[in-house]
Every structure is written in C-alpha cells, then in structure tokens.
C-alpha cells in the first residue's frame, strides 16, 4: 500500500525541473516494475524453449500484470490484469497444420517462483482465451493470448517479494474449419524458461513492510537529497528503484534466491491463495454431451485433467470428456459400529462421437531425455464405469467419499520421433486395461482405473471437494500395461513402446464439472445449457 504522496514544495523549483527532465530522460531504461508508487504495471518479454512434434522451437512470450507499489505483512497481494501472450514460431503453425487444425483455443499455465528472505513456494498463473477460436494463419508466427485470475499472495515477513516466471504449459484445442474438435482434440506444450531470457524471468519485485520515509505533514515538504556518488542507493526507497532481479539478501542482478526445503524456512515463506482461471464468464468450447433417451435419473458431466508417464518424466493432459452417468438408488446401511451411511451405486460411460472413448489426444515427451516424441492417442472403455458413493452422515456435516471405476485401454494412434512418422498401425495399444490398486478386489476383480474423490457436505451450504452432483477433484494412481499390436509390415514396435511408457507409479488427477441433470423438467440455472448439456466445463489441475 502507498501512503499519501508529499505536498508540492514552492522552493527548488529549477531543481525539481531539472530532476523531473532527467527521471523523463531514464524513463525508457527504468523497469516498469519500480516505475509507480502506488502500483507497478509490469510488461516483460521472456524467451521460452518449447517442445514441439517438430522438435524444440524459441517461442517468445508476453506476460502484463499489476502489482501494489508496496505491501505490509500479512496482506493479501492480489495481482490484476493478468494477460499471456504467447508468439509460437512458423514451424508451430506447420505442425498445426500437418494436424489438420483449422484452429486452436489455447489455455496457459505459468508458474511462478515466489520468494522472500531465501524461503520460496511457487504460484500457477492460468489463463484461457475462450471464445472465438484463433485461426490457424497459413505461415508465419501464431501469437495466443489468454487472459486470467492470479492467486493471492501473502508475504510472512517484511522484506522484498519477488516474483519469477519458470515453467510454462500451453493446452490448445484443435479444431477443423467447420467447429467440429479435430483428430486429435488436442495439443499440449511444454515450455521452459530460457537460459538466455531477460533477468532470468524476474517480473517484479514488491516491498514489504513500512515505507523507509513518511511524508512531512505540512505543505512546504523538501524533496530527498539526493544520493552521492559511489554510495548504493536505499532497495527498499520507492524513489530509487532496484536493479532488475536483485531481491533482498540478493548478490547477483538478475538471479532470483535459490528455494530451499527445509520445514524452517517454509513457515517463513511466502502464502499462496486460489483463483480460478478466466476472467470471462463465457463458456469454454467443449465436444458435445447430448443424452438419448434420458430417464430422471439421467446426468451427464465433462471432466478433464492430466495423468503422469513416469518413464518418460511428463504428463498428458486428457481433453475435456464427455460422460453420461445413470444414478442408483440410494440406501441407508448401519454398520456395527453404530454409523448411519448413505450409500448409491450409479454407472457411467464416456461418450465421444457415440463411441465409449475420450476424443484423441496428443502429447510430447522426450524421450532417453532429448528425443522429441508426439503421440495421438485415445482411452476406450472396456467395461462398465461405476461410480459408488459412500456418505457418513454426522451431524451437521457429511463426509462424502466416492470411487470411480473404469476399464480403460490406451490406444496409440500416431507417433512421430523428432519430427519423423512411426508408424505403429491401426491397433497399437495396451493388452490389458490400465490397472489401479484396488481397495475392494472381491467386488472389483480385474485391471481398471481407480480414482478416489473426498468431499464434505455441510448443512446449508455448497459441497467441498468431491461429490458426484458437484464435481471436484478425483485422484488415483495406474500402472500402464505392455503394448501391443505395434508395427506394420512385420516390424514389431511392441517392446519399444512397452519400454519407453509401460510401468507403475503414473499419478492421475481428473477435475469432474457440476453435472447437468438432463431428465428433469427444469434443471437448475447454471447447470445446463439449453439443449441439456453440462454448462460447466472444468479446468484441469496438476
């Protein structure tokens, strides 16, 4: 926060001239960052390195902002005016095209180091551009931006706050010319921080604590003295700006504090609040989730997130899915332990083009850690979906715990390896389902994918976490199987595939939007659209 500006003096006139003129003078080299008391408007142009299906490509991106001036411990730092704006190379814009995307919807995800006195946690920036679509331009750059929400943040002490951009991902939904989702649905991007880039991703510094000079009451206040030659100004001064990237404690302009692990220093570090991305209230683009023949019974869903191929040390993001879920009817169970339960059984079935499936999906990983590999893939149903629900009923809240089930084969459908086509054939995929441990293997026998979703549900008020209506986070763990049917023309790639992504230990985290209760009479505002497809389209979390 900033005090209240000092009253214009009526004496050295010509030297407030002369210091105005020069600060006009050094305002082009002065970092925007320090260039407001009140508030700080940063712009800063950062190189990032990003893998393509082409291989690594220099991609520059844009990141505006507004921070406070300065700050006190223990408040909130709310940064507005969040905007990303990506420029991808002439070779992004060939690889889009060689997909047959006419256009793409993209959504960021930028995290930040935030850091203070050597202690340091990390924010997600995410941003979405919704609606309309980015045309595909027929060459050149393709420049993406998306505009969002930032997370608060709250320093523990007084001392300079820093903020430093790190790891960038980009999401983009392919589509083809007449709106339809292209094949594959999706794109996903990830972007490192260049070793080059501007103060190593510095984007501003705020000051916390009390102001080192309060103003002098009456109206005749005199102006600071100016510092003398060869004696470092005050860091923490609004009227002397900091170097670039030079945080407190800080020796080398330009190189943010190193983060540390120890329990000690996170308590000292900075908090980092919520946000969700979006500063828009339009509805993301999404595949359609129409329901035939709905009964009262009948809700349908999209839900999204990433799963982890811990061979290969990445994730893929799963595009937003439609699922159509038929409920049970609930019942009332009392244990021995005296406990009342509410507990309901329903089914499910994802839905893409009439077919059991998520819409294809594409990610690159590099392999043997250099290799630049892009995979098409899908997941297919192989079995029913159950969704068993368990609510402890305790007065005045319900602790909900909900465990979805599914049989899902990973079908490979394209491979490309920097850039050149392997081609592994129509039926390349995993021999069996993926497989989850499984809690109740006598009810559940067989692989399949568990994935566990808490929520608690208090009297009057909206669910938190996990429950079936609502939606929320679901998470669980999968073993990919071998591969197989790899290969054409008796080449067999089964134990490529099998040894580069094949294993246990691949954490998945799926984000499940509100439903939309499609056989009712009047569903509820905001849960449907018109023609009874689910409004809400979630976000994925890592």
């Given at each position: 926060m900033s005090g209240h500006p000092p009253a214009p003096g009526t004496h050295r006139v010509r030297a407030r001239?002369?210091?105005?003129?020069?600060?006009?003078?050094?305002?082009?080299?002065?970092?925007?960052?320090?260039?407001?008391?009140?508030?700080?408007?940063?712009?800063?142009?950062?190189?990032?390195?990003?893998?393509?299906?082409?291989?690594?490509?220099?991609?520059?991106?844009?990141?505006?902002?507004?921070?406070?001036?300065?700050?006190?411990?223990?408040?909130?730092?709310?940064?507005?005016?969040?905007?990303?704006?990506?420029?991808?190379?002439?070779?992004?814009?060939?690889?889009?095209?060689?997909?047959?995307?006419?256009?793409?919807?993209?959504?960021?995800?930028?995290?930040?180091?935030?850091?203070?006195?050597?202690?340091?946690?990390?924010?997600?920036?995410?941003?979405?551009?919704?609606?309309?679509?980015?045309?595909?331009?027929?060459?050149?750059?393709?420049?993406?931006?998306?505009?969002?929400?930032?997370?608060?943040?709250?320093?523990?002490?007084?001392?300079?706050?820093?903020?430093?951009?790190?790891?960038?991902?980009?999401?983009?939904?392919?589509?083809?010319?007449?709106?339809?989702?292209?094949?594959?649905?999706?794109?996903?991007?990830?972007?490192?921080?260049?070793?080059?880039?501007?103060?190593?991703?510095?984007?501003?510094?705020?000051?916390?604590?009390?102001?080192?000079?309060?103003?002098?009451?009456?109206?005749?206040?005199?102006?600071?003295?100016?510092?003398?030659?060869?004696?470092?100004?005050?860091?923490?001064?609004?009227?002397?700006?900091?170097?670039?990237?030079?945080?407190?404690?800080?020796?080398?302009?330009?190189?943010?504090?190193?983060?540390?692990?120890?329990?000690?220093?996170?308590?000292?570090?900075?908090?980092?609040?919520?946000?969700?991305?979006?500063?828009?209230?339009?509805?993301?683009?999404?595949?359609?989730?129409?329901?035939?023949?709905?009964?009262?019974?009948?809700?349908?869903?999209?839900i999204t997130g990433y799963s982890n191929v811990r061979k290969l040390g990445g994730a893929s993001l799963i595009p937003v899915s439609c699922v159509q879920i038929e409920q049970g009817d609930p019942e009332i169970a009392f244990p021995p332990d005296g406990s009342i339960h509410l507990l309901q059984k329903s089914e499910g079935y994802l839905d893409h083009q009439g077919r059991k499936q998520t819409p294809p999906f594409q990610s690159t990983f590099l392999t043997f850690g250099f290799t630049p590999t892009t995979a098409t893939m899908i997941l297919e149903q192989a079995g029913p979906m159950t969704v068993a629900s368990d609510v402890l009923l305790v007065f005045p809240d319900n602790i909900a715990e909900t465990y979805v089930r599914a049989p899902l084969v990973l079908r490979v459908l394209d491979v490309k390896v920097n850039g050149t086509p392997l081609d592994v054939g129509p039926s390349c995929r995993t021999q069996t389902p993926l497989s989850s441990p499984e809690p109740d293997p006598a009810t559940y026998p067989g692989p399949h994918l568990v994935m566990l979703g808490k929520g608690q549900l208090i009297n009057g008020t909206d669910a938190t976490g996990y429950v079936l209506t609502s939606g929320g986070p679901l998470t669980g763990e999968v073993t990919i199987p071998p591969f197989t049917g790899c290969g054409v023309g008796g080449e067999d790639l089964d134990r490529l595939l099998t040894a580069s992504i094949s294993g246990p230990g691949n954490y998945v985290k799926q984000i499940q939007g509100q439903t939309c209760a499609v056989g009712v009479e009047v569903p509820t505002e905001g849960q449907c659209t018109e023609d009874r497809q689910p409004f809400v389209v979630p976000v994925p979390e890592r």
């Open positions: 001239g002369a210091a105005i003129a020069a600060l006009a003078a050094l305002a082009p080299l002065i970092p925007s960052a320090a260039a407001a008391v009140g508030s700080q408007e940063i712009t800063a142009k950062l190189a990032y390195d990003c893998v393509l299906p082409s291989g690594h490509q220099r991609a520059t991106v844009r990141v505006k902002a507004t921070f406070p001036g300065r700050a006190t411990a223990g408040e909130k730092i709310l940064p507005t005016g969040v905007t990303t704006a990506v420029e991808l190379p002439a070779a992004a814009v060939a690889d889009l095209t060689a997909l047959k995307a006419a256009t793409v919807v993209p959504e960021t995800r930028l995290t930040l180091d935030v850091a203070q006195r050597g202690a340091a946690t990390q924010a997600l920036w995410r941003g979405t551009a919704g609606t309309p679509a980015v045309a595909v331009p027929a060459e050149g750059p393709l420049t993406l931006t998306t505009t969002g929400e930032a997370p608060t943040v709250t320093a523990a002490a007084d001392g300079d706050l820093t903020f430093t951009a790190v790891d960038l991902g980009i999401d983009l939904a392919l589509g083809t010319a007449d709106g339809a989702p292209a094949t594959p649905a999706s794109l996903s991007l990830a972007c490192t921080l260049a070793k080059d880039a501007d103060g190593h991703g510095l984007l501003v510094t705020v000051p916390v604590g009390p102001a080192p000079s309060t103003p002098a009451p009456s109206g005749s206040a005199s102006p600071s003295a100016p510092t003398p030659p060869g004696q470092p100004a005050d860091p923490a001064s609004p009227t002397a700006p900091t170097a670039p990237g030079t945080p407190e404690g800080s020796t080398t302009p330009g190189t943010p504090p190193e983060r540390t692990g120890g329990d000690k220093d996170q308590d000292k570090a900075p908090k980092v609040g919520d946000a969700r991305a979006g500063s828009s209230a339009a509805r993301p683009p999404a595949p359609p989730c129409v329901k035939e023949n709905p009964t009262d019974k009948s809700l349908n869903a999209y």
